[in-house]
């Protein structure tokens, strides 16, 4: 293959001396770090616009009882009751899952928000579990009670309301959102 074209001539000695001050430095690492940035969230963005096969449902805590499906509208809470809406979403091409928790109080009100990524990748049912689980945790330390959680995957919240036997890693997680939610 000829590369003679990308040949270019001139005083390249120069150009490898020459000093960049700090403050250039410092600008292009911010602006690599920027770009890192708006990259990442283009991928994350990108991940949670492909259509998943799970429906809206919602669970309470403390106690586990049985859910009902909601439609795709909002609802607001239930009267001196708190809100947490969860949601993961997954990225093959940076190999993690973003999770993603929004608290609001029973006027609509925001009250905590919180993001999360981890790795590897994993199925949509464990990634999701995952999800709720780091949400009870993150609702329980911030001492919250009375929270309806909702979540988008049916599969989840089912199991989270059925007494079954899974040694799985779902089910291992689903067991320990279940005991998050008894305590």
């Known amino acids: 293959m000829d590369n003679s074209h990308m040949h270019v001539y001139g005083r390249w000695n120069l150009i490898w001396k ?5 403050k250039i430095k410092n600008f292009l690492g911010v602006y690599v770090m920027v770009s890192q940035r708006a990259t990442q969230l283009l991928e ?3 991940a949670t616009q492909v259509i998943r096969p799970c429906n809206s449902t919602q669970t309470t805590v403390p106690q586990v009882r049985p859910i009902r499906q909601e439609k795709d509208n909002w609802k607001k809470s239930a009267p ?3 809100k ?3 949601d993961a979403s997954f990225s093959s091409s940076l190999n993690w899952v973003g999770l ?3 608290l609001r109080d029973d006027d609509c009100a925001f009250v905590l928000v919180r993001t999360k990524l981890f790795a590897p990748l ?3 049912d464990v990634g999701e579990a995952a999800g709720l689980h780091t949400t009870i945790d993150w609702i329980s330390n911030q001492q919250f009670d009375s929270v309806d959680f909702v979540l988008d995957c049916k599969r989840v919240v ?3 309301n059925a007494s079954l036997d899974d040694s799985s890693e779902f089910g291992c ?3 320990a959102c279940k005991q998050l939610l008894v305590v």
Not at 18 to 22: C, H, L, Q
Request: aromatic letters at 12%; glycine letters at 4%.
């Open 173 to 175: 997680i689903i067991t």
């Open 158 to 160: 089912d199991c989270v």
């Open 18 to 22: 020459f000093k960049v001050s700090p």
């Open 80 to 82: 001196d009751r708190y």
């Open 84 to 86: 947490c809406n969860t």
């Open 44 to 46: 994350e963005w990108r």
């Open 100 to 102: 993603g928790m929004c």
């Open 122 to 124: 994993c199925n949509i």
